[in-house]
């Protein structure tokens, strides 16, 4: 996935086609991947890098949802749990199962919990991964083994899946381009085309040249997650708001705090939340938080009450407490909720997706989780096919294998930083087979870098950025404005 030759493709052929999707994050690549394998002529447009907002920096998990269980939403946790399956089998290098542990401070938790549980194991029905099964103390410490163990009296194991969230994102773009599909990032849509009354195509900008780019297609898909609101009103200026965004944050721990290979789930924290400690890429991943917010923003940043929140609660579940020194990077996602916002607390509002059209053709997707993501663009596809008067075609993504991430070169290969996994090979992959343009594309997304370890990801920024110009043929100036960038965005990182 060149980006330049992907640009050259779409400069020879600007019209014809079937659907243009806007919008390079998950409900957007799952449209987009599904509107291809059935066969449709499916561009993609990103205004910034792909996963670059909310797809990016999720909590790492492909899973039901066991506090939806708790809500009563049966149906989500069916759909979910069956995706949940899917994708075990059609991206195997990027999804796999992972055990949880929840502890029980009372017999009746230990009761209501297990039996909550084996629910949750017959709705995934011949798509589960394992049975949960009960955990006396004893052997519950040994799954946790850093989990305080005042008034334990055992707990639950049960499995879900854990992912790398924007290795998926390039997989799925991957793979639209694989079936003939064209995905490009940085390049913004600024108009829709409209004739005789009906949305006919976009005009977009492709952001690294100034260049503008009409392009044709038979119907536009808004799938721009939180920025969906902002693209209905290119339709509609005076479109309602349709979207209520929540924050989520995360904090970054070293293992050592939590060694073990048992994800951790405290189903409800003093105030009702549901509280994670995962393993991830030989760190701990502790999240989350559920903060209402007014407006969308690509780079939020979590509120220092949100870090002691995180910080304070899981404390209160570890032998010992980390503290804010402890943080090797603190970031936060928003979530794109449908619903009013004028609820009263955002994690009661529902993670179901919805679609709508407008007069004029726009078919808009919204809410939804990654999780999900396949099913969004089946049923996305679905509506938006009699929009662009087509026939129905049958989904094909239930058994589609997604592309493989291609393995490193056997050998021993330098590491350009000793606290990250990252070498001058990945980077020259990243910009050649991968469409990274910006220092913040490789240690962000390419890598998981500035997620792992903010000041590491600082430290082997101007490294980057030289191998980076090399590659992309920048001068100079370009280094020079690639490394400051980074760094300041790198510091809001930093606890």
């Given at each position: 996935?060149?980006?330049?030759?992907?640009?050259?493709?779409?400069?020879?052929?600007?019209?014809?086609?079937?659907?243009?999707?806007?919008?390079?994050?998950?409900?957007?690549?799952?449209?987009?991947?599904?509107?291809?394998?059935?066969?449709?002529?499916?561009?993609?447009?990103?205004?910034?890098?792909?996963?670059?907002?909310?797809?990016?920096?999720?909590?790492?998990?492909?899973?039901?949802?066991?506090?939806?269980?708790?809500?009563?939403?049966?149906?989500?946790?069916?759909?979910?749990?069956?995706?949940?399956?899917?994708?075990?089998?059609?991206?195997?290098?990027?999804?796999?199962?992972?055990?949880?542990?929840?502890?029980?401070?009372?017999?009746?938790?230990?009761?209501?919990?297990?039996?909550?549980?084996?629910?949750?194991?017959?709705?995934?029905?011949?798509?589960?991964?394992?049975?949960?099964?009960?955990?006396?103390?004893?052997?519950?410490?040994?799954?946790?083994?850093?989990?305080?163990?005042?008034?334990?009296?055992?707990?639950?194991?049960?499995?879900?899946?854990?992912?790398?969230?924007?290795?998926?994102?390039?997989?799925?773009?991957?793979?639209?381009?694989?079936?003939?599909?064209?995905?490009?990032?940085?390049?913004?849509?600024?108009?829709?085309?409209?004739?005789?009354?009906?949305?006919?195509?976009?005009?977009?900008?492709?952001?690294?040249?100034?260049?503008?780019?009409?392009?044709?297609?038979?119907?536009?898909?808004?799938?721009?997650?939180?920025?969906?609101?902002?693209?209905?009103?290119?339709?509609?200026?005076?479109?309602?708001?349709?979207?209520?965004?929540?924050?989520?944050?995360?904090?970054?721990?070293?293992?050592?705090?939590?060694?073990?290979?048992?994800?951790?789930?405290?189903?409800?924290?003093?105030?009702?939340?549901?509280?994670?400690?995962?393993?991830?890429?030989?760190?701990?991943?502790?999240?989350?938080?559920?903060?209402?917010?007014?407006?969308?923003?690509?780079?939020?940043?979590?509120?220092?009450?949100?870090?002691?929140?995180?910080?304070?609660?899981?404390?209160?579940?570890?032998?010992?407490?980390?503290?804010?020194?402890?943080?090797?990077?603190?970031?936060?996602?928003?979530?794109?909720?449908?619903?009013?916002?004028?609820?009263?607390?955002?994690?009661?509002?529902?993670?179901?997706?919805?679609?709508s059209v407008s007069k004029s053709g726009l078919v808009s997707i919204a809410g939804g989780k990654w999780t999900?993501?396949?099913?969004?663009?089946?049923?996305?596809?679905?509506?938006?096919?009699?929009?662009?008067?087509?026939?129905?075609?049958?989904?094909?993504?239930?058994?589609?294998?997604?592309?493989?991430?291609?393995?490193?070169?056997?050998?021993?290969?330098?590491?350009?930083?000793?606290?990250?996994?990252?070498?001058?090979?990945?980077?020259?992959?990243a910009v050649r087979e991968e469409a990274a343009r910006t220092v913040e594309d490789m240690l962000a997304r390419r890598s998981r870098a500035?997620?792992?370890?903010?000041?590491?990801?600082?430290?082997?920024?101007?490294?980057?950025?030289?191998?980076?110009?090399?590659?992309?043929?920048?001068?100079?100036?370009?280094?020079?404005?690639?490394?400051?960038?980074?760094?300041?965005?790198?510091?809001?990182?930093?606890?």
């Amino acid at each position: 996935m060149n980006r330049n030759a992907c640009i050259q493709r779409l400069e020879a052929e600007p019209g014809g086609w079937d659907f243009i999707v806007v919008g390079g994050g998950a409900t957007g690549l799952g449209a987009a991947v599904e509107a291809a394998a059935r066969g449709y002529r499916t561009l993609l447009v990103e205004q910034g890098d792909f996963a670059r907002a909310t797809s990016s920096r999720s909590t790492k998990l492909i899973h039901g949802g066991v506090r939806y269980l708790r809500q009563g939403n049966i149906q989500l946790v069916r759909e979910s749990l069956r995706e949940r399956g899917l994708l075990l089998r059609n991206a195997p290098g990027i999804v796999h199962s992972l055990a949880f542990a929840l502890p029980a401070h009372s017999w009746w938790e230990l009761g209501w919990y297990g039996t909550g549980l084996k629910l949750y194991d017959a709705l995934a029905g011949g798509l589960g991964l394992g049975a949960s099964r009960w955990l006396g103390r004893d052997t519950f410490l040994q799954e946790v083994p850093t989990i305080a163990a005042d008034g334990l009296k055992g707990g639950v194991r049960y499995q879900d899946a854990q992912f790398d969230d924007a290795r998926l994102a390039l997989a799925l773009a991957q793979t639209l381009l694989d079936l003939g599909g064209l995905p490009l990032n940085y390049v913004r849509v600024e108009a829709l085309i409209k004739d005789r009354g009906r949305i006919r195509g976009v005009v977009a900008c492709d952001l690294e040249t100034g260049a503008s780019l009409k392009c044709s297609a038979r119907v536009v898909i808004n799938a721009t997650g939180i920025f969906s609101d902002a693209v209905r009103r290119l339709d509609e200026p005076n479109a309602p708001r349709r979207l209520t965004l929540s924050q989520g944050a995360h904090v970054v721990l070293d293992r050592s705090l939590f060694p073990g290979t048992t994800a951790l789930i405290v189903p409800r924290t003093v105030d009702g939340r549901v509280l994670f400690a995962i393993p991830w890429l030989d760190r701990v991943l502790v999240g989350t938080t559920d903060t209402p917010v007014e407006e969308p923003d690509s780079e939020p940043r979590p509120l220092t009450v949100e870090v002691d929140y995180l910080l304070d609660h899981i404390g209160r579940h570890l032998v010992r407490a980390p503290a804010r020194t402890d943080v090797l990077s603190a970031w936060a996602g928003l979530r794109p909720l449908v619903g009013s916002n004028r609820a009263s607390a955002t994690a009661r509002l529902p993670r179901d997706h919805d679609i709508s059209v407008s007069k004029s053709g726009l078919v808009s997707i919204a809410g939804g989780k990654w999780t999900t993501y396949r099913k969004m663009g089946e049923d996305v596809i679905d509506a938006a096919e009699p929009v662009a008067g087509l026939q129905h075609r049958p989904s094909r993504t239930a058994t589609l294998m997604l592309h493989e991430p291609r393995s490193s070169a056997a050998g021993v290969r330098e590491r350009l930083h000793p606290r990250l996994s990252v070498t001058a090979e990945d980077v020259q992959r990243a910009v050649r087979e991968e469409a990274a343009r910006t220092v913040e594309d490789m240690l962000a997304r390419r890598s998981r870098a500035l997620l792992l370890d903010a000041r590491a990801a600082i430290e082997v920024s101007s490294r980057v950025t030289a191998i980076m110009a090399q590659e992309l043929e920048r001068d100079a100036e370009w280094e020079m404005k690639q490394v400051v960038a980074f760094e300041k965005l790198a510091a809001g990182y930093l606890p």
